[in-house]
């Protein structure tokens, strides 16, 4: 597994629009990228958080392949919707050193 992820800094006063364009780029560009196993949006807790997108990929090469891709491309370019509300990110690679999964949560 190759995990990819991306610090997004919003004030809170743009949150919810960020949310509204940022879901709907994870729903239309997303489905169907070769690799892709899952796409999060973090919501912090606290006001000095950013937001953090998570994409967990099978391999890097899965995850280059996606960056370099016409999808990649189209939904970066059509990120005009969500770049206006981050005033700053971090882009951040990471392998799993280890991966303990438990049962499904409860209530």
Do not use: I
């Not at 890097?60 to 891709?69: G, L, P, R, T, Y």
């Not at 491309?73 to 981050?86: L, Q, T």
């Amino acid at each position: 597994m190759f995990v990819a992820t991306n610090r997004l800094f919003v004030p809170a006063e743009r949150a919810e629009e960020f949310e509204a364009h940022f879901r709907d780029n994870m729903r239309t560009y997303l489905p169907g990228v070769p690799g892709l196993r899952r796409s999060t949006l973090l919501r912090p807790t606290r006001p000095e958080q950013p937001y953090v997108s998570v994409n967990e990929f099978d391999t890097e090469a899965d995850f280059k392949a996606w960056v370099a891709s016409d999808s990649f491309r189209e939904a970066h370019k059509r990120n005009a919707g969500v770049a206006r509300h981050v005033t700053g990110n971090a882009v951040e690679t990471f392998q799993p050193s280890e991966d303990l999964v438990l049962g499904a949560p409860t209530g």
